[in-house]
């Protein structure tokens, strides 16, 4: 989401999160001084946090060897999330990409049998947009999301031809032109399909990646074709892609990449 300049954050809370995610995603013990200098606070300011997350239970301290870790206190707020439905927790996200953004939202589920099927959607009010039946079922190379889940699988051009040739495209393109999409998704994460798998139709997506690097979940904007301007359906893209990142960390577990 973008975020609201006229926002007031808190650094304090800023730099605590910041300690929270670096600890959980290291998963081992630090001390303070080396927790000030990968998260780039001065050492008093990083001492009295660490200091309350610890009377909180939010880290465990070690007096010995002087050095804090992820603590119990922890799990007190993920009790309500643990065996939840992805989707469930997901949603909230995805329903303020669609309200900022005016645009329909699609969650996609990939199948073992490299398939695709919609399982939610996420619709601004009042905007004109297409219905999608639940439980479609597409090919996984299908438009925007495909040309991600081939980048994502780092798949050779031979292995991804065999794939696009899979799809039914309503205005198919140029092999050569699908392929150079999916090299770019590779930096970007994020992928165009513009009235190619659907005809009037431009979709934009992004995916989520489990622990392993595996593809879980593709979320696609489906729009009409000039609803959106370039640079809105770049931001649509730039949300999205965080959004799947957050997706990757929180549900999945995947570290953080640098």
């Given at each position: ?10 650094p304090a809370v ?25 998260t ?15 009377h ?9 060897a ?9 799990m ?11 989707a469930?927790?997901?949603r ?7 309200r900022?953004h ?12 490299a398939r695709?099927?919609?399982t939610?959607?996420?619709?601004a ?35 991804t031809?065999?794939?696009f ?19 770019q ?22 995916l ?5 690097g ?15 301007s ?10 999205l892609?965080?959004a ?15």
């Amino acid at each position: 989401m973008t975020e609201d300049p006229g926002q007031k954050l808190v650094p304090a809370v800023q730099n605590a999160v910041r300690i929270l995610r670096m600890l959980a995603m290291l998963g081992r013990p630090m001390g303070a001084t080396q927790i000030a200098r990968e998260t780039g606070m001065n050492v008093s300011s990083a001492f009295n946090i660490l200091r309350t997350l610890s009377h909180e239970g939010l880290l465990s301290f070690d007096p010995e060897a002087k050095t804090y870790r992820i603590g119990m206190g922890l799990m007190e707020f993920a009790v309500p999330l643990l065996g939840a439905n992805p989707a469930d927790v997901i949603r909230p996200t995805l329903t303020a990409i669609a309200r900022e953004h005016e645009t329909m939202i699609a969650l996609w589920q990939f199948t073992r049998n490299a398939r695709i099927v919609l399982t939610d959607r996420f619709t601004a009010p009042n905007i004109v947009h297409a219905v999608l039946a639940q439980n479609s079922r597409l090919p996984a190379f299908s438009g925007a999301i495909g040309r991600c889940y081939a980048a994502t699988l780092e798949l050779s051009e031979a292995q991804t031809r065999k794939g696009f040739d899979t799809v039914r495209w309503q205005d198919a393109p140029r092999f050569d032109s699908y392929w150079q999409d999916v090299l770019q998704a590779r930096k970007t994460r994020t992928a165009y399909d513009l009235s190619q798998l659907y005809r009037g139709l431009d979709i934009v997506a992004s995916l989520v990646r489990d622990a392993n690097g595996m593809p879980r979940l593709g979320m696609s904007s489906i729009t009409i074709s000039g609803q959106q301007s370039k640079e809105r359906l770049a931001d649509i893209a730039a949300a999205l892609a965080g959004a799947a990142a957050q997706v990757e960390r929180c549900v999945f577990g995947r570290p953080v990449e640098n």
